[in-house]
């Protein structure tokens, strides 16, 4: 063979090759679905690197579950869904943003529904099946988690949480991943009683017992001062709660999980 069509015979292989190779990329761009916790600091003044934005987290580029900074839009979700109106989880409470490109749904209105549309049903937003399951967190004002799915792919994102009534607790289904808080280590969280009402936020053990039953893998998020002031050993604590049946893993600003 003439070092001509060797040459050309080594281009056509090279280039079939790479075509493999993007087919097999773009399935499982398919079928995977991206988890990227753009924000982990809870409710907390201390400051640290890669634990400083408030509450988002970024589903598959698309939806952005939680709206702590506004530097979150430059991400261009399609859409944007508040667990509760707590300015950690909406920062428009506390800062003016006009240009606001995609729609924001909650468990309440805000501005008579101007910024955010309540959404109690399960609605269709591109190729994501979203329900609304509330939860227990403050007694002031209500909260929602999100059951999504889609890809295949199904995960829960709870928000700030006490717990979840038996009645909803029904719509909750099996999900690869549950995306929880963890502002307090100790047991029992931190929960005040009003009269019949309870307000705060649970422990990361009883969250474990609440979610245990949906999942077998739960990302911890919204982290309290117990986590930043070591974050080494925090990291450590989270993950000694994982056994045989379930994993336990800790998010930071930027960390992409994929599923
Ligand atoms: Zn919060
Ligand atoms: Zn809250």
Not at 115 to 132: A, Q
Not at 222 to 237: A, C, L, Y
């Amino acid at each position: 063979m003439s070092e001509f069509k060797q040459k050309v015979k080594q281009k056509v292989k090279h280039k079939v090759k790479q075509k493999v190779k993007q087919k097999v990329k773009q399935k499982v761009k398919q079928h995977t679905m991206s988890i990227i916790t753009l924000g982990t600091k809870g409710n907390i003044k201390e400051r640290c690197p890669f634990y400083s934005n408030h509450s988002g987290v970024l589903i598959d580029s698309t939806l952005l579950l939680d709206f702590g900074e506004k530097k979150f839009l430059r991400h261009h979700p399609k859409a944007i869904l508040i667990t509760h109106l707590h300015p950690d989880h909406a920062c428009f409470m506390l800062e003016d943003i006009s240009k606001i490109n995609c729609p924001i749904y909650g468990p309440s209105a805000f501005e008579n529904g101007k910024l955010v549309s309540i959404i109690k049903k399960p609605k269709k937003i591109g190729e994501f099946k979203i329900t609304p399951i509330p939860t227990i967190h403050s007694f002031k004002i209500p909260s929602q988690g999100y059951l999504l799915e889609g890809k295949g792919k199904k995960i829960f994102y709870s928000g700030d949480i006490i717990t979840i009534e038996k009645a909803h607790l029904k719509k909750m289904k099996q999900v690869d991943v549950v995306i929880t808080e963890a502002s307090f280590i100790r047991r029992g969280g931190m929960i005040r009683k009003f009269d019949s009402q309870i307000s705060g936020h649970n422990g990361v053990s009883e969250l474990i017992k609440l979610f245990r039953p949906f999942t077998k893998r739960i990302i911890f998020i919204h982290f309290g001062s117990w986590f930043v002031v070591d974050i080494k050993e925090g990291k450590k604590t989270i993950k000694a709660l994982a056994d045989e049946t379930l994993i336990t893993e800790t998010g930071y600003d930027g960390k992409e999980f994929l599923i």
